[in-house]
């Protein structure tokens, strides 16, 4: 059924409110404008940023809004000057862009496309300023670009990896986001050794990801750290060989790293967003070729401080955005690694929900149950 350049009625899991239930409701999703793509999402999943956003703790609130950013679905119509994407693509919609036009999307080193990096203040298209969402007339906004808590959604071409359609887009959907942000950070950016030793910083869904990273790329050891012992069983299945809580050392956390490793580990991938952790990724990493990469978004006004004696003994501290992955050009090889059984998703699945049952899902997270949680857009 052709449907291009009209108007399309479908469900939505509205959020009308902080931290109230979202409502799944019909919305009226406009057709794809210039440079955009209109997809009918098949799998959802929540993410963390997804929950932060719809608390409004740390940010401006925007309401009434349509979360979701970590998908996988079919493109169902294109818009004028899309040329890359055809209707009926299996693809990836991603929270950032690559527009292959500007200086970062050129450069080999970047993939912090200046057109549509993350933007999570940004409420509407980037085309025109306009929602693509209404219900009886009046908009309801986007996130992230994405918003894929919607049958159909409206993304910018630029943000959309086209993939291969064998793969299984229940499980490929946790590459848009989570996925990716660990294991790139530890494979692109900190990139261990065979047989080094590495620390991961924080175990939630993103930190048992890097370590994932770290198991593929050969480390011997991989050494959880986490505030939260039930999470040690778990992380088990991700290639951890050992832990350490701080809250049962009485000295510094960087020190029991150091300690355990003979001066410090040679990696360090911190996955907490908290600032004493960040710094304790650096302070745990050898001198001179110890690399400490930072993963987690800190408090706005966080401020790392540490002893320049670090700098001054050649440790390196980096930080990462999405794990260096390219959308539109690393996505499609990352879901190659999966198919060809280099890569385990499984594992990070723990839930499903119908997309009726979307707030149960917001449920388990806020319990700190599971890893990610699939949404079945279709039941």
């Known amino acids: 059924m052709a449907t291009a ?3 399309i009625k479908c469900r939505a899991a509205v959020a009308w409110e ?8 019909e919305v009226e999703v406009a057709p794809p404008q210039a440079m955009e793509v209109r997809l009918k999402i098949l799998y959802t999943s929540l993410c963390h940023t997804d929950v932060y956003f719809w608390e409004a703790k740390g940010q401006t609130p925007v309401f009434p809004r349509i979360l979701g950013h970590e998908a996988a679905g079919i493109v169902e119509s294109v818009g004028e000057g899309v040329t890359e994407l055809a209707p009926g693509d299996h693809v990836l919609p991603v929270f950032t862009g690559e527009c292959k036009e500007c200086a970062h999307c050129k450069s080999e080193e970047s993939n912090m496309c200046e057109l549509l990096r993350i933007n999570p203040d940004r409420k509407v298209m980037i085309g025109d300023g306009q929602a693509r969402f209404s219900v ?11 918003s894929t808590f919607s049958e159909y959604t409206v993304v910018h071409s630029g943000c959309v990896a086209k993939i291969n359609p064998e793969a299984p887009l229940d499980k490929v959907c946790v590459l848009s986001c989570g996925f990716c942000t660990g294991f790139g950070a530890t494979v692109n950016v900190a990139k261990p050794k ?5 620390a991961i910083f924080g175990l939630g869904a993103v930190g048992l990801s890097a370590a994932e990273g770290a198991r593929v790329a050969g480390a011997s050891r991989i050494i959880g750290v986490d505030l939260n012992s039930n999470r040690f069983e778990t992380a088990k299945k991700f290639g951890c060989t050992e832990f350490v809580n701080p809250l049962e050392h009485t000295k510094p956390v960087q020190e029991v790293l150091a300690e355990m490793t003979n001066g410090g580990v040679d990696r360090a991938v911190e996955c907490t967003g908290n600032i004493n952790a960040m710094i304790q990724a650096l302070e745990s990493v050898h001198d001179v070729w110890g690399v400490a990469v930072l993963v987690g978004v800190p408090h706005k006004d966080a401020e790392f401080k540490t002893h320049p004696i670090h700098f001054l003994n050649e440790k390196t501290l980096k930080g990462t955005f999405y794990g260096h992955y390219k959308p539109r050009t690393d996505l499609p090889v990352v879901v190659e690694q999966y198919l060809k059984g280099e890569l385990e998703l ?11 049952e979307i707030n149960k899902a917001f449920d388990l997270m806020l319990a700190g149950e599971g890893l990610r949680c699939i949404i079945r857009m279709d039941e």
């Open 5 to 7: 350049g009209k108007v």
């Open 18 to 25: 902080a931290g109230k239930p979202l409502v799944v409701q």
């Open 136 to 146: 009886n007339g009046q908009p309801i906004y986007h996130f992230l670009g994405t």
């Open 194 to 198: 065979k047989g080094s030793t590495v």
């Open 346 to 356: 499984e594992k990070f699945i723990t839930h499903s929900v119908s997309f009726s």
